[in-house]
């Protein structure tokens, strides 16, 4: 009687070893997107952040928040400022009308998924508005990739009239309105 040793694999260990391989690299591609979408919602509250600061900076100068109509906007209205329109021209809220934050920001802040979307449910870009009431309030909606972020706890904006601006809902996760509520 002859024993055959076989030194190679047989054809079910090697698929068994491939969909172990596949397994992994999708849970390491999976995971890193994550972290990625975690990074851009990072910088988005970090820029919307800054503006805010920057707002608080140039009221305390001029009694004022700066008048959104003056951005030259189309999206949503011409009485918004937004951050993909703006951006185009190469500024949004730090330079162009007069007023304007260049004092305040170095740069424009920009949306790391900048020009995806247009609409505020979406992410993409940054949306400013202070018009009524002598620019005595402010507010900025922008839109996280990942709800469920602390920050959405403070989302909601009121104006000098009472109405509370609230652009996040249940039917738009995610999505913040954030800014200073009347000063007047």
Same mark, same amino acid.
Request: hydrophobic share 40%.
């Given at each position: 009687?002859?024993?055959? /040793?076989?030194? $190679? ?16 690299? /999708?849970?390491?591609?999976?995971? *890193? %997107? +994550?972290?990625? %979408? @975690? ?13 805010? @600061? ?8 001029? =009694? ?6 003056? &951005?030259?906007?189309?999206?949503? +209205?011409?009485?918004? &400022? ?7 021209? =190469? ?21 790391? %998924?900048? +020009?995806?979307?247009?609409? *505020?449910?979406?992410? $993409? ?8 009431? %002598? ?6 909606v922008f839109a996280l990739e990942n709800? +469920? ?6 989302? $909601?904006?009121?104006? &000098?009239?009472? /109405? ?18 009347c000063r007047s």
């Amino acid at each position: 009687m002859v024993l055959r /040793t076989s030194k $190679g694999f047989t054809l079910i260990e090697l698929l068994v070893v491939i969909a172990i391989i596949g397994l992994l690299a /999708t849970m390491a591609v999976v995971s *890193f %997107s +994550g972290a990625q %979408s @975690k990074a851009r919602d990072a910088k988005r509250i970090s820029d919307v952040t800054q503006l805010m @600061k920057a707002l608080e900076l140039y009221y305390d100068e001029n =009694g004022s928040y700066i008048n959104s109509g003056n &951005c030259a906007s189309t999206i949503p +209205g011409a009485s918004w &400022c937004n951050s993909i329109q703006g951006v185009s021209s =190469g500024h949004w809220i730090r330079n162009g009308a007069a007023d304007h934050l260049g004092a305040y920001l170095s740069v424009d802040p920009v949306d790391p %998924s900048q +020009g995806a979307s247009a609409v *505020f449910y979406t992410y $993409g870009a940054y949306f400013y508005y202070s018009r009524s009431y %002598s620019n005595q309030w402010y507010m900025i909606v922008f839109a996280l990739e990942n709800p +469920g972020h602390a920050i959405e706890d403070t989302d $909601g904006v009121t104006h &000098c009239g009472g /109405t509370t601006y609230h652009y996040g809902s249940v039917t738009y996760p995610g999505v913040v309105t954030i800014g200073a509520d009347c000063r007047s």
